[in-house]
């Protein structure tokens, strides 16, 4: 690849972020850390349910894996994206939940 051809995927990227490199729809899987405790676990996978609305709903697969101690679990979840506000929509409602300690 020459230098060019980087300049441009950098400048198609806006944000700087890298999502506008994904080609939508697209599989994504999200990770968001809580407590380990039933209501955080429910919380942060009714965000998912929440945002999977409008005509083509995706089938959302979970998995929650607790850490070392047990205190806090990882919640994952795989669904596909239709497009880049579906998924900053999802990144914003798991950063404003107070229930959510941290996304990846």
Same mark, same amino acid.
């Given at each position: 690849?020459?230098?060019?051809?980087?300049?441009?995927?950098?400048?198609?990227? @806006? *944000?700087?972020?890298?999502?506008?490199?994904?080609?939508?729809?697209?599989?994504? %899987?999200?990770?968001?850390?809580?407590?380990? #405790?039933?209501?955080?676990?429910?919380?942060?996978?009714?965000?998912?349910?929440?945002?999977?609305?409008?005509?083509?709903?995706?089938?959302?697969?979970?998995?929650? @894996? *607790?850490?070392?101690?047990?205190?806090?679990?990882?919640?994952?979840?795989?669904? %596909?994206?239709?497009?880049?506000?579906?998924? #900053?929509?999802?990144?914003?409602?798991?950063?404003?939940?107070?229930?959510?300690?941290?996304?990846?």
């Amino acid at each position: 690849m020459n230098n060019n051809n980087k300049n441009n995927s950098k400048n198609n990227d @806006k *944000s700087g972020d890298g999502f506008d490199l994904l080609e939508y729809p697209c599989d994504y %899987t999200f990770k968001a850390m809580c407590r380990n #405790e039933q209501p955080a676990i429910l919380a942060v996978k009714t965000v998912f349910t929440e945002c999977n609305v409008g005509p083509v709903m995706s089938e959302i697969v979970f998995s929650v @894996k *607790s850490s070392g101690k047990g205190s806090y679990v990882s919640v994952s979840a795989m669904l %596909t994206l239709q497009n880049r506000e579906m998924l #900053e929509d999802i990144y914003q409602r798991l950063h404003q939940h107070d229930q959510v300690l941290m996304t990846l």
